[in-house]
C-alpha cells in the first residue's frame, strides 16, 4: 500500500495538541486528565491496554497520541531531533500493537473518537518521517473516519472526524476524501447548532469546544485550498455568542448540563449588546452589566428533553450576585458511570420544582410559556408535565435591588417541593419561620418562601448537606434547602442580606433588599400574556 500512496500536503494543527511536561513524556511518563502520573517506559514494547486508574479519559487521551503530537510540535519549534525521533518510535510502536480487530487490544485503541484524535498526530509526523508503516497507517485511519456506519453525525466526535479525515486526505492526496469532510462537516454543524447559536449538546462547555474545534476545521479547509463554505462560518460565529452569554461575570461558564464549573473561556470578545437573551434552544441568561465582575447574573433551563451531554434539569436556575455564585448546579463530575455521576444528572441536583409522589418522565420538553424584559426586573413563565401533571415555574429577577423570586405551582389536588443548591462558600448562618441565612464571612443571603395567595411565611424547610462538583473528578459539600410540600409557593432569594424585612398588602409583596425595595405580585410574577 505504502508505495501507491501520493504524497500530498501535511496540515499539522500542532496548536490543537495539548500542553505536557515534555521532559516527563522523554522519561517515559505521561499524566492525564488530572490523574497521577504513570510509567509507561522508553523502550518500543509499551503495554497500550493498561489503564492503571480505570478512568475513561484516562485510556482516552492514551490512545489518542495527542501527547505524542505536541512532542512533533516541540521538535518543529526547539529542532531537537531527540523529540521527533521519541514521537516517531511511539507511534511506531502503537500501529505495531494495536492491528484493527486484533486480539487483546484494548477497546479504546481504536474507539471511534481516538480514530478521530489520532489520526492529525500522523499527519504531523508524516511532515517529518515516511515509512510504510506510518502510511499504512494514515491509509487505514482514513478508510475507519470515511466509513458512513461509524460517523457520528450533528456530534462533537463528528467534527472531530471530519477534521481528521480532511488532512488525512490531503495528506493521502484523495481529494474524494477532503470534499466528503467537509460536505459532512457543513451538514453537521447545521444540525448541531442553531441559527441563534445553541449546540443541542446542552452543555455550554460543549460550545465552547465545538465552536474552538470549528476554528481549527476552518483554517484545516482554508489550508486544503478549498473554500470555506458561508454557513459553517456563520454556524461558528454564531456560537461564539451562546458562549459568551453563557459565561458568568467571574469568568467561568454557567455549569449546566456537562459543564465543569472551573471552566473558562479564553479568546473570547468581551460581551456586548443585549444584557438578556433568550435561546429558543432552551436558555434563558441574563446579567445586569457586561464587564463587571459584580454584575448579578442568572440562567434559566427549558426546551427540548434531555439529550447528549444535557441534564434533567428543566425549570432550574442558577444565580450569582454581590459578586459571587449563589444558585448553583451539581456541574459535571466525570465520565465515569457511577451512582454519583448519575445523580448530578437527575432533577434532584438541580434548583428545580418536584412533584409530591409522581414520577419524573426523562426527556420531557419544558415550553417558555411568556416573558418580560423591563429596564430594571425580567420575568419568566415556564411549564411542564415531566412528572404526569403539569408544572409551572415563573421566574422575576430585579437588578440594583438585587433579588430573585420564584414562584412555583402545582395542579389542583398535587404538591410540590423545591430544591435550592447554595455555593459552597456559603453555609448556615440561621433558620427561622420560613428564613434560612447562609453566610461566608460577614456576607449574608437569605432564602424565604411564603404561601401564595396569603404572602404568609411557610416554615418547615429541610436543610441538610448537598455535594456538588465544583471540578472535574472533585467534589465539594454544600447547602441544600429543601421547601416543605405546597401547592403553590414563592420563594425569595435575597442577597447581601441576614434579616430582609417583607411587607404584604393582598398579594402584593415588598421586600426591603440593600439595594431598595422591590414590589411584586406573589400570585403572577410574570405579567406576560
Known amino acids: 500500500m505504502f508505495w501507491r500512496v501520493r504524497n500530498g500536503r501535511a496540515i499539522c494543527l500542532a496548536d490543537q495538541f495539548p500542553t505536557i511536561n515534555v521532559p516527563e513524556v522523554m522519561d517515559g511518563r505521561v499524566t492525564f486528565a488530572g490523574l497521577p502520573p504513570v510509567d509507561l517506559g522508553t523502550d518500543a514494547d509499551i503495554d497500550w491496554r493498561q489503564n492503571p486508574h480505570g478512568n475513561r479519559s484516562w485510556a482516552l487521551n492514551l490512545h489518542a497520541l495527542r501527547w505524542v503530537g505536541r512532542l512533533v510540535a516541540e521538535y518543529e519549534r526547539s529542532g531537537r531531533r531527540d523529540h521527533l525521533d521519541r514521537a516517531a518510535a511511539l507511534i511506531d510502536d502503537w500501529l505495531r500493537a494495536n492491528p484493527r480487530r486484533g486480539r487483546d487490544v484494548s477497546p479504546w485503541a481504536w474507539s471511534e473518537h481516538a480514530v478521530a484524535l489520532r489520526a492529525p498526530v500522523l499527519v504531523c509526523l508524516s511532515a517529518h518521517v515516511r515509512t510504510p508503516r506510518l502510511w499504512d497507517g494514515l491509509a487505514e485511519h482514513g478508510a475507519v473516519l470515511a466509513d458512513p456506519a461509524l460517523y457520528r453525525e450533528g456530534h462533537n466526535h463528528g467534527l472531530d472526524q471530519d477534521i481528521a479525515l480532511l488532512v488525512v486526505g490531503c495528506r493521502l492526496g484523495r481529494d474524494r476524501w477532503r470534499d466528503l469532510a467537509i460536505r459532512r462537516m457543513t451538514r453537521s454543524a447545521e444540525l448541531a447548532v442553531d441559527a441563534q447559536g445553541v449546540l443541542h449538546e446542552q452543555a455550554p462547555r460543549y460550545g465552547l469546544y465545538v465552536h474552538r474545534r470549528l476554528g481549527a476545521a476552518l483554517r484545516a479547509i482554508e489550508a486544503s485550498g478549498a473554500d470555506v463554505p458561508a454557513s459553517l462560518a456563520a454556524r461558528r460565529a454564531a456560537l461564539e455568542t451562546y458562549v459568551v452569554h453563557a459565561t458568568q461575570p467571574d469568568g467561568r461558564l454557567a455549569p449546566i448540563g456537562d459543564s465543569p464549573a472551573d471552566t473558562r473561556p479564553t479568546g473570547f470578545p468581551p460581551g456586548g449588546g443585549p444584557l438578556v437573551r433568550v435561546f429558543d434552544g432552551g436558555y434563558v441568561f441574563g446579567r445586569t452589566a457586561w464587564g463587571n465582575a459584580r454584575s448579578a447574573y442568572y440562567s434559566i433551563r427549558f426546551g427540548p428533553g434531555r439529550r447528549l ?140 418562601q411564603l404561601a401564595v395567595p396569603q404572602a404568609r411565611p411557610v416554615g418547615g424547610q429541610t436543610v441538610r448537606p448537598g455535594r456538588v462538583s465544583p471540578g472535574y473528578l472533585r467534589t465539594e459539600e454544600t447547602v441544600t434547602v429543601e421547601s416543605p410540600d405546597a401547592a403553590r409557593l414563592l420563594t425569595l432569594i435575597v442577597p447581601g442580606s441576614a434579616d430582609p424585612e417583607v411587607s404584604a398588602d393582598g398579594d402584593l409583596v415588598t421586600v426591603h433588599t440593600p439595594g431598595g425595595p422591590v414590589t411584586l405580585r406573589a400570585t403572577r410574577l410574570c405579567q406576560a400574556r
Open 309 to 448: 451531554h444535557g441534564h434533567e434539569d428543566h425549570l432550574g436556575v442558577t444565580y450569582y450576585a454581590h459578586g459571587r455564585p449563589i444558585l448553583v448546579e451539581a456541574g459535571f463530575h466525570s465520565y465515569e458511570k457511577t451512582a454519583y455521576q448519575e445523580w448530578t444528572r437527575s432533577p434532584e441536583a438541580h434548583n428545580v420544582p418536584v412533584v409530591t409522589g409522581a414520577e419524573f418522565r426523562p426527556g420531557t420538553a419544558t415550553r417558555l410559556a411568556g416573558s418580560t424584559v423591563e429596564a430594571a426586573r425580567e420575568s419568566f413563565r415556564l411549564a411542564d408535565d415531566a412528572y404526569g401533571v403539569r408544572r409551572t415555574r415563573e421566574v422575576l429577577v430585579s437588578h440594583g435591588a438585587d433579588l430573585m423570586a420564584v414562584l412555583d405551582e402545582a395542579p389542583a389536588g398535587h404538591t410540590m417541593r423545591s430544591l435550592w443548591h447554595f455555593d459552597p462558600s456559603l453555609r448556615l448562618v440561621s433558620r427561622c419561620d420560613g428564613v434560612v441565612v447562609l453566610g461566608d464571612g460577614d456576607w449574608r443571603v437569605s432564602l424565604l
